[in-house]
């Protein structure tokens, strides 16, 4: 009863949040490794200033702190050799076996962007320079622009306390959990919302069609008498709701919590200047509200089970950075995480979704609606929320790929290209240090408990 399938509940109760932590114990310091330490894995490609927001006016929505600003890297000395645009110019296709290799010969639409240097016997991981895959749970970074994006160091601009807030950021999490109402799109594509707060317009109209038994009714009244409510409060409390639907609010609830973790762990004390925790904000945003923490696990849980199905396939990948001692270094410090993540019975089970009832019908719904949340990124009105923002949709868009798009007998083989790669292993971070963060704030509630 205590494994953590979709339907599973993550509570102190069955001890699953004591085995998430003790798993995070064990396979953080090779997470750690990995992202901070390997070029690879540590810069990231995306269109972070290209692209506008496709569905409202966000002009006045910028942060203008100087904490919500990205560093990207300007100079083409700071970036691998085998990255430059010298050298990508030279790209050709994959030139030996790699298991990407049948999709990539099927996929020659464009040239390949990636890093296969122009000596390099061998195929490398690339970088897809390509249209959405039907697949994919979220859009390509290069979807509608022409431009291919910045190179960013993640490490150098880490997820932390930026003061960004106020109306701007509080449409991105309604939008974002408005999608929560599947069957009838409330994001037509390239429609705008306007700004419609929930309690009057379409958005309630949506959210109104799509509740209809009895322990819906009840949140329609609590909606309607509480007009302040906002549907990632109802969306608590959408018990009745089928497994697919919970499973989508508990990802984007999850990274929302994992969110407030990382801005409250590493929060700026205006008075001292001091980078720090903030108890009180945990406390505010998590602590008080465990069903927020609970998601952040279950998260860490279906993300441990992708990285575990993952593994054995990536014991064929190549991690070219340009520098084969550190491409093998690399790819030792991958499977030490594939292998950490595999060494536990498995932790969540996918089978269980997309199956009975009006599962099956439901998964277009489901892939269309992450597709969104990914969208409405270019809506964040700071560029380190969204930089941060754009990892994590990509990273959760990747492991739900592997989950569910590949059956775990077929002999169909999870194909991912390097930003999915990146963006899944650096959201597995962000998740464990979460983790140990929440252990961290959970000591210090205790400690201040005791003290009075
Ligand atoms: P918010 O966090 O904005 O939450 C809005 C409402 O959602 C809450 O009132 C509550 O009803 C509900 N809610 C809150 N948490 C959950 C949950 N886990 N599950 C379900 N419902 C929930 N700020 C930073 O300082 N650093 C960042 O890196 C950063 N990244 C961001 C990335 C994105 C994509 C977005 C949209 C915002 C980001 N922000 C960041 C802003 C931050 O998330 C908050 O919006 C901001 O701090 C204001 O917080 P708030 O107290 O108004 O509540």
Not at 91 to 96: K, T, V
Not at 177 to 189: A, V
Not at 275 to 282: A, D, F, K, L, T
Not at 385 to 408: H, I, M, P, S
Request: proline share 5%.
């Amino acid at each position: 009863t205590c494994a953590i399938s979709p339907r599973a509940i993550v509570s102190d109760a069955c001890a699953s949040f004591s085995t998430l932590e003790r798993l995070n114990r064990k396979v953080k310091p090779a997470v750690d490794e990995l992202t901070k330490e390997t070029d690879f894995f540590s810069y990231y490609r995306l269109n972070l200033f290209n692209k506008k927001c496709p569905f409202w006016n966000d002009e006045n929505a910028m942060c203008g702190n100087i904490a919500c600003a990205v560093n990207t890297i300007d100079s083409e000395e700071d970036i691998p050799k085998i990255w430059r645009a010298s050298e990508l110019s030279k790209l050709q296709g994959p030139s030996a076996q790699h298991p990407a290799k049948k999709i990539q010969k099927e996929r020659p639409k464009k040239p390949l962007q990636g890093l296969l240097g122009e000596n390099v016997g061998e195929s490398c991981v690339v970088e897809y320079d390509d249209e959405c895959d039907e697949r994919d749970y979220c859009v390509p970074e290069d979807e509608s622009a022409s431009a291919k994006g910045d190179y960013v160091s993640l490490v150098h601009n880490p997820e932390r306390f930026t003061g960004y807030a106020g109306e701007g950021a509080k449409m991105v999490w309604d939008a974002i959990y408005r999608e929560n109402c599947f069957q009838r799109s409330s994001f037509p594509h390239s429609a705008s919302l306007g700004t419609s707060p929930m309690a009057k317009g379409p958005a309630a109209q949506d959210f109104r069609n799509v509740l209809q038994d009895a322990n819906r009714q009840q949140i329609v009244q609590q909606h309607s008498q509480n007009p302040s409510t906002t549907f990632a409060q109802t969306g608590l409390e959408l018990e009745g709701e089928c497994l697919e639907k919970r499973v989508f609010y508990r990802v984007v609830s999850g990274m929302h919590a994992s969110i407030s973790t990382h801005l409250c762990w590493d929060f700026l004390n205006q008075t001292t200047g001091q980078w720090q925790p903030n108890v009180g904000c945990y406390k505010g945003r998590l602590h008080t509200h465990p069903e927020r923490i609970s998601n952040l696990y279950f998260n860490y849980a279906l993300l441990t089970r992708a990285i575990a199905k993952l593994g054995p396939h990536l014991q064929d990948y190549t991690f070219c950075s340009g520098d084969p001692e550190q491409d093998a270094a690399t790819k030792a410090k991958v499977l030490a995480v594939t292998q950490g993540a595999a060494s536990v019975p498995q932790i969540f089970d996918e089978s269980l979704m997309f199956k009975n009832g009006e599962g099956p019908s439901l998964k277009e719904d489901f892939k269309n609606r992450f597709r969104n949340v990914s969208r409405v990124m270019d809506c964040v009105g700071c560029d380190k929320c969204r930089l941060w923002g754009k990892v994590q949709t990509a990273g959760y868009g990747a492991a739900l790929k592997v989950l569910f798009e590949f059956d775990n007998d077929s002999q169909d083989i999870p194909v991912l290209g390097r930003t999915e790669l990146v963006a899944l292993f650096n959201t597995y971070a962000r998740l464990s240090s979460s983790m140990n963060a929440i252990v961290g704030f959970r000591g210090m509630v205790e400690a201040e408990e005791k003290a009075t």
